[in-house]
């Protein structure tokens, strides 16, 4: 989640998906002159980093940094945006299980996205970007929630007959979106960028 720090500024925080403690393979210079690096995941819009570390800071995966702004960093030296294809493997494997931990530590989010998706054009809705959420799930969902919002993943499963595993479709959706940056419609990746901007 990003943080308001003391003095107001707004805090990026990223989990540590690979760290790479001689340097991205892909730096030319000898390896005396590499700095420790690695990919990051920013853990509000799921934007990925390719991140340079503090040569005295020993980090292993799953390790929460401080990304932006660049006053409030204290191991990351550089973060630059990448793509999903620039990661390393050890941080594409461990993507899945990253997003889902941040599902699950932020829930509530991820539930108000089923209690307050919106139709985005006159045939298509927010819900049936999710994975498996078709026409009869989408209507079992939105007739649920008029009765009453949903206060978690565990309360969907048990209202919504056939959405099993809702955190999961979630954890699938925010993959695919960081897998394929073409995707007509971002339903999680960058969207607190987007908001921010407008």
Known sequence: MS???SDGTDVRRAVVLDYLAHGLSDDGRPQYAKSPAGYALDTTDFRLYEVAFDEDERLTIGSEVAIEPAAE???VTEANRVEYDALSSGAQSELEYVVAD????????FVDF???AQPI????????????IGKKLR???LDERKRKPFESFEELSERVSGLHDPDEIIVE???QELRDEDLK???FVGRHEQEQNH
């Open 3 to 5: 943080e308001v720090d």
């Open 73 to 75: 960093r204290d191991i």
């Open 102 to 109: 941040l599902v699950e530590e932020d829930e509530r989010r």
């Open 114 to 116: 089923y209690n307050d």
């Open 121 to 132: 054009t006159l045939r298509l809705h927010q819900l049936n970007l999710l994975p498996g």
């Open 139 to 141: 209507n079992g969902i």
């Open 173 to 175: 959706r925010i993959i």
């Open 185 to 187: 419609y971002q339903t």
